[in-house]
Structure formats: structure tokens, C-alpha cells
């Protein structure tokens, strides 16, 4: 059971990961007026995208992070891991919230802002990464965890 709840939470983290990965670039594509930011498409797709795959992805990959966390829930690899992910988390209402102001018309940033904003979640996901592989029990110089004080 531990294993498929594993590959659905790393497959559904792979489709949310990739609509934060897709989207700032269609906002570069909106905001500089290129053939793909006529409103029937950008409307369609972005809509498409956010509500209808990342959301339930990120709620799918979520849920599925907490019930994964009662087999292991000690280290300090996952409160780092949780730190990312809030930032993900972040990433993505912040990314909806753009698209909502995009389609009432409020153009707040440059194409340059969403080509920046569009590294962000590659930043995280590497570091999601790096912490999940490594698993470190303390960082930095932190004593670990209570648990571990104890053995």
C-alpha cells in the first residue's frame, strides 16, 4: 500500500509541477500579445489548466503528502520538505491569483516577471528533490529531532 500511495503522490507532484512549469510561460505568451493570447485560447487553456489539473493535482499530492508522513515522520528532512512545499503551495495561489487579474483586464507585470517567476517552481522542485533523496536527520548544525535524541 506504502508504494502506490508513493508513486500516485510522486505521479500527481509530476502533473502539478508541470502546469507551474507551463503557466507563467502562458502568461509571457498573454502578456506579449503573441498568436496564443487571443482571449478564446488563453481564456480556455489557462482556465483548463489552473482549475482542472494543477488544483486537483496540488490537492491530490498534498493529501497524499500527509498520509505518507504517519510512516515517517521524523527528521529534520521533512520540515524542510514541508517549508518547500508551503512555498509551492504559495507559488501556485500566487500564479492563480495573476491569471484572475489577468482575465479582468489588470495587466500588473512584464513578460520578463512571469519568465522569472517561471524558475521558481524548478528551484523548488529540485530542492524538494535533493531534500526527499537525502533525508538529512539534522541541518545546519540543528540538534535533531526529539525522537532521535533519545536513541
Known amino acids: 500500500m506504502y508504494f502506490w500511495l508513493k508513486v500516485l503522490h510522486i505521479g500527481t507532484m509530476a502533473v502539478w509541477f508541470t502546469g507551474l512549469l507551463f503557466l507563467p510561460r502562458l502568461l509571457v505568451v498573454h502578456r506579449r500579445g503573441e498568436i496564443d493570447s487571443d482571449p478564446a485560447y488563453f481564456n480556455r487553456a489557462a482556465t483548463l489548466l489552473f482549475f482542472r489539473i494543477m488544483t ?12 505518507l508522513m504517519a510512516w515517517n515522520p521524523d527528521g529534520a528532512w521533512l520540515v524542510m520538505k ?3 512545499v508551503s512555498l509551492a503551495v504559495l507559488v501556485h495561489l500566487y500564479l492563480g491569483m495573476l491569471l484572475s487579474h489577468m482575465g ?3 495587466h500588473r507585470h512584464g513578460p520578463w516577471f512571469y519568465r522569472a517567476l517561471g524558475w521558481a517552481p524548478l528551484v523548488l522542485l529540485l530542492a524538494i528533490a535533493a531534500v526527499t533523496g537525502a533525508k538529512p536527520d539534522t541541518a545546519a ?5 526529539p525522537a532521535q535524541m533519545a536513541q
Open 56 to 67: 486537483p493535482a496540488a490537492l491530490v499530492t498534498t493529501v497524499l503528502g500527509m498520509v
Open 82 to 84: 514541508l517549508v518547500l
Open 104 to 106: 479582468q483586464g489588470d
Open 141 to 145: 548544525g540543528l540538534p535533531p529531532p
